[in-house]
């Protein structure tokens, strides 16, 4: 299923102080906002559309736009909202999920809840549930408790199926300050998913204090990061073409195997799998089971990725060399490169892909088969 992202950033943030409206704020050498949509994009989302202000249209320039449709905001965040879901219409995805631009930390996995949970709800939301006292005061004074069962505090990104969303937006009258409200007014069921406590939304001076001490934590001395390499081969046989990083190349013979013989995607997928000590496709998909007979390898790094997902890592880079004489790799490189970003939902900035020969030494160099290797880097999100 396709998803595209809206990254809610037209606001003033009139409680963060005077200067700067908060997304434009300096947090660690860069805007907030740019913060928000590395963190977005660590998540495996592609297609983002950011709504600005009409005054800040000018500052988009200063911002990683690779894959970013942007959008001027209305005069409310529900007006805001409306105009990303208008300008989306026109190709739309089967879901959206809509962000505060002023949450800079969301994680991979909080992502991966959502998305899941659409799965089987037509809306899903993170969430904390409230684990403090709750009073009600007045005059500064306590004037009353207030029962915290069943409270929650609302997070973002909130996913939804884009057409019924759509829809609740049209059939809305005002404003709103999310859009589970709108959602659940069109009779749309909005699941829970778990919130993280570091995804807060800069609200307050102190907010980016706190926010500051956080991205100190995460330096690259701090930071987990995980490296992996794989190693395949296979051998030519009778056929019109190879599949070489989800493209099939034209090519007199194809490459044999149990699977689709994808040579540098399995390379790719066991260098993933090494990064997080798990082994190789054949732990994960024995080639003793028949029902991975002629399947087509994208099962296989989808699978690898998911895992890091769950683990916590995203796919910081990747790189894959493919060992041939023939057929030319270089003029398909650019579409086994997109093949593999979609296939891992990252950008394609993060994947490389190359060839070399082997001077017609050895069994490549014969041209009995193909050899590949790939890196792989994956960072704790």
Known sequence: MSTAAIIVAAGRGTRAGAGLPKQWRALGGRSVIAHTLDALRAGGLTRLVLVLHPDDMNKADRLPLDGVMLVMGGATRTASVRAALDALATDPPDRVLIHDGARP?????????VLA??????????????????????????S????????????????FHFAPLLAAHKAWPGDAPDDVEIARAHGLRVALTDGCETNFKLTY???FDRAAALLDARSPTMTDIRLGNGYDVHRFGPGDGCWLCG????????????SDADVG????????????????IGRHFPPSDMQWKGAESHIFLRHAVELAHTRGYALANCDVTLVCET?????????????LATIMKVDVARVSVKATTSERLGFT??????AALATACLMAT
């Open 105 to 113: 930390f969301v994680s991979a996995r909080v992502i991966a809840d």
């Open 117 to 142: 949970a659409l799965d089987h709800a037509p809306a899903a939301a993170p969430a904390l549930a409230v684990v403090d006292a709750l009073w009600r005061g007045s005059d500064r004074a306590v």
């Open 144 to 159: 009353a408790p207030v029962a915290r069962d069943g409270l929650f505090r609302a997070q973002t990104p909130q996913g």
């Open 205 to 207: 001076p102190a907010d």
């Open 247 to 258: 493209v099939k190349v034209p090519h007199h013979r194809a490459l044999q195997g149990h």
């Open 265 to 280: 995607m399995h390379a790719l997928t066991d260098a993933i799998y090494g990064a997080l000590a798990e082994g190789d």
């Open 327 to 339: 057929p030319k790799i270089g003029p398909h490189a650019d579409a086994m490169r997109a093949a």
């Open 365 to 370: 160099g014969r041209e009995e088969g193909i």
